[in-house]
């Protein structure tokens, strides 16, 4: 009875229901099979339908492989070298907003007018050259050049480990070297040596920053090599590096975590952007670099622990004096607020860079103090005290740059292995210094019924610039051994300052007729000329383009006005120079971008000429072209 309980115990237990369910199930699948197989099959004909071209759909896919999969190689010579082909943006030249403005005041004066051929020439290439800095295009200096899927979906190439070798070797003894220097400042050389061994060893995976750090390190080292040693071959080397540092540098991510080599390589791309005319992308670059800095609270001092922690501090305040110097020129350049204000800095005032560092200082402060919408609203007599107190601090500067230039003339180093670029530099932060004087000065107003827009201090000290500056680019034009010299002292030495002295010489020649100011012009835009065997400049936005055209506009209005002087009233001629100097006061703007609509007006402003009203409503530099003359 026990056994037959058991039984039906089992029998109930072995029922077929779960066998029927398991073929219910496989007709589903084999229902879901077919739905799967005719999707293929629709696929496939949709792709049939595309024609799409094998060979480019396998670019596509392997133009998204990652920078650190691209492993560097160590090639036989410079012919591996591959060049950027970008071809959506002419290549552009940023400049100051000053000077951008200038040109807009220079047009808008012209127009409606009847004028000669030659005049109207001239303004035909002036709105051409403003459109050229305005229009879409100028975006494309403003972020990271997108390069083309054939240069990514091959390995970057490095330069021979050899010459590596020998250029870091070089550059740990000549560490005194100025631009040597500007590196040591941003990252150790022996942090970056490090980086370069990391990368072409490969012992340990690297990241894409390391890679991109190694790069644009080795781009300046072998630039540096090929002035000393004479070796054409570094060259290469050198722009091969420069290519491996833009083309990965535009792959990066936006968001990134703030760490020590991503502000270093922010930095390094800031000066590169510098040097190659994108100024707004270093603007970009520098103000992400900053943001990261105080994040990393690299701006305030702290106490050290131990001697490993000096040394990382020390590095780390070097750093930020480094994003410190970019970022307040590049604040001065555009007319925008420092991203770093100066009470929030707690460190002690490095002495071996202390030049730099008092020099940007005095940037910040012109901007703040001078040129800034709650500057320009400040009384006459508060907007004199504080530009004569920069002028003043800025002068013992000049004052400190003129006693070294001049020691290094007159005891010039017999060491074969010394910098032989260290008297051009200090010519090149003599011009820098100097234009950024005149800048100060040109805040000061003058007495009411002067003929001029500026005091004589600020138009003397604007006539020594262009002096200056004349001595500079004959000696930068000498250094046939480095390709880059002249590029790289026009975009530091007249677009990243703005070059104000032209703007105030200009003026006056314009006001005074000035023959002898006029000639300084002349030669300040032959002397921008690019080689004659590189023939004329292949950009609009060229300086010595945008220069030319200004000079032209100068002379063909000087000369217009000096052909009808004779049948001139005198009385007439009276009132047009009068008319100059109520209008002589706006020669540069920096905020007229989006703020014409503001009608902010101190209780200094009428004084000032109406200087609040050309900053704010773009009515700057020169009204001076009425409607009766041609230039």
Not at 329 to 339: A, D, E, I, K, Y
Not at 447 to 460: N, V
Not at 485 to 502: C, D, E, G, K
Request: hydrophobic share 40%.
């Amino acid at each position: 009875m026990s056994a037959r309980i058991n039984c039906t115990h089992s029998a109930v237990a072995s029922q077929t229901t779960s066998a029927k369910q398991r073929v219910l199930i496989s007709s589903k699948y084999e229902q879901k099979i077919d739905e799967i197989a005719k999707g293929v099959d629709d696929l496939k004909g949709l792709l049939q339908s595309l024609n799409l071209d094998p060979e480019k759909s396998r670019d596509q896919i392997k133009s998204k492989v990652q920078l650190r999969n691209n492993i560097p190689t160590a090639p036989t010579g410079p012919s591996v070298r591959h060049h950027t082909d970008v071809t959506t943006c002419e290549p552009l030249w940023d400049h100051s907003v000053h000077i951008i403005d200038f040109l807009k005041v220079v047009i808008d004066d012209r127009n409606g007018t009847d004028a000669a051929s030659d005049t109207n020439g001239v303004v035909s290439s002036l709105k051409e050259l403003v459109h050229a800095l305005e229009g879409p295009t100028s975006l494309c200096n403003a972020v990271p050049t997108v390069i083309r899927p054939s240069i990514v979906k091959e390995r970057l190439q490095m330069p021979p480990m050899e010459a590596a070798i020998e250029a870091l070797r070089w550059a740990k003894k000549h560490e005194e070297f100025y631009r040597m220097g500007l590196f040591s400042r941003i990252l150790p050389l022996e942090t970056f040596t490090d980086i370069c061994k990391k990368v072409y060893f490969a012992v340990d995976e690297y990241s894409d920053i390391e890679f991109l750090l190694a790069n644009g390190y080795l781009a300046y080292i072998f630039a540096e090599y090929v002035i000393v040693r004479k070796a054409e071959e570094y060259k290469e080397y050198s722009l091969l590096c420069r290519d491996n540092f833009h083309n990965g540098f535009a792959q990066l991510p936006l968001l990134l975590q703030p760490s020590m080599e991503l502000v270093a390589l922010l930095t390094i791309g800031t000066n590169s952007s510098i040097e190659t005319s994108k100024g707004m992308m270093a603007w970009t670059l520098i103000s992400n670099a900053a943001n990261m800095c105080q994040t990393l609270g690299y701006h305030r001092q702290r106490p050290a622990r131990g001697e490993a922690d000096i040394a990382l501090r020390t590095a780390q305040q070097n750093l930020f004096w480094s994003v410190y110097r970019l970022e307040k020129s590049l604040s001065v350049r555009f007319g925008r607020p420092s991203n770093i204000r100066d009470s929030d800095i707690t460190l002690v005032l490095d002495e071996k860079n202390s030049q730099h560092i008092k020099q940007a200082r005095i940037q910040g402060k012109v901007y703040e103090q001078l040129w800034s919408p709650t500057a320009l609203s400040r009384s006459i007599k508060e907007r004199t005290s504080m530009a004569e107190e920069l002028a003043a601090e800025l002068r013992a500067l000049i004052a400190e740059t003129r006693a070294g230039l001049i020691d290094a003339t007159n005891h010039p180093d017999e060491d074969p292995e010394a910098d032989p670029y260290k008297i051009v530099y200090k010519q090149c932060d003599l011009v820098c210094k100097s234009s950024l004087l005149t800048l100060i000065l040109r805040a000061i107003p003058v007495p009411r019924g002067s003929m001029s827009g500026a005091t004589d201090e600020c138009i003397a000290v604007a006539r020594e610039v262009l002096d200056v500056h004349e001595q500079c680019i004959h000696n930068v034009r000498n250094c046939e051994s480095n390709p880059f010299m002249v590029t790289t002292y026009i975009n530091w030495a007249i677009l990243q300052t703005p070059f104000v002295p032209f703007s105030i010489l200009f003026t006056r020649a314009i006001q005074r007729f000035d023959l002898d100011d006029l000639a300084r012009l002349d030669r300040f835009t032959a002397s921008l000329h690019p080689p004659r065997d590189a023939g004329p400049p292949k950009s609009i936005t060229h300086p010595y383009h945008l220069y030319e055209l200004l000079t032209k506009a100068a002379r063909l209005y000087i000369e217009s006005n000096n052909a009808n002087s004779s049948s001139s009233d005198s009385t007439a001629t009276t009132l047009v120079h009068a008319d100059f100097a109520d209008v002589a006061a706006g020669d540069f703007d920096f905020s007229a971008f989006g703020m014409e609509g503001l009608d902010w007006v101190g209780d200094g402003a009428a004084g000032l000429f109406g200087m609040s009203d050309w900053y704010y409503e773009n009515q700057q530099m020169m009204s001076l072209l009425d409607e009766d003359m041609m230039f």
